[in-house]
């Protein structure tokens, strides 16, 4: 099974600061990954897919970069309500699977 | 408008069986692929299975593969819960893809807790 590994695990930031999150996968998944966001008590919501394709009513402060096995989600301008839990999918071989998560956090 | 409901959770005795379900209205199941997604308690997100849109292939993440069955009939997604464990406790949402060309879980119900003592 691939194996999603994302750095860091969580951070403080603050209103305005620009956020780097990152995905390595552990074999070759093309632009097969997506990154979704998860506020507390709610399912996810789907960011990105395909790497850098940004999801339908998604700010364009949120991107997606890379391909192969590494990854980065941006977000410029952090708002009040980014701050939640941020994890990348590869869709690219079966079992899906996920990275660990990231939280961002108020600073 | 496109929704996802999902039902069945609740307490369960180690080694006993549940089954899930997941309503949907606002698109026609049989067009789209279907998956599982749960998430234990303060944990992340674990992938757990997912149906094509015609139902023929069905795909399972390794820690429930062959405890776990997933199906379908017109209107619903199930997922047949066998032999439980207590980590197996989790919320689980049901997704359905992004689109008909993508396999992206892009739409999600709002999860049904699962718990499992042992």
Redesign the interface.
Known sequence: ?IQMTQSPSSLSVSVGDRVTITCRASRDIKNDL?W?Q?KPG?????LI??ASRL?TGVPSRFSGSGSGTDFTLIINGLQPEDFATY?C?Q?YF????????TKVEIK | QVQLVESGGGLVQSGRSLRLSCAVSGFTLSSYGMHWVRQAPGKGLEWVGSISFDGNKKNYGDSVKGRLTISRDSSRLYLEMNSLRAEDTAVYYCARDLSLATEWPGYWGQGTLVSVSS
Not at chain 1, 42 to 46: G, I, M, T, V, Y
Not at chain 1, 94 to 101: A, K, R, T
Request: glycine share 18%; aromatic share 22%; net charge positive.
């Open positions: 099974a997506g979704y998860q709610k399912a996810p919501r789907l897919f395909a999801q994890y999918l869709d079966y079992p899906l699977s996920f990275g660990g998560g």
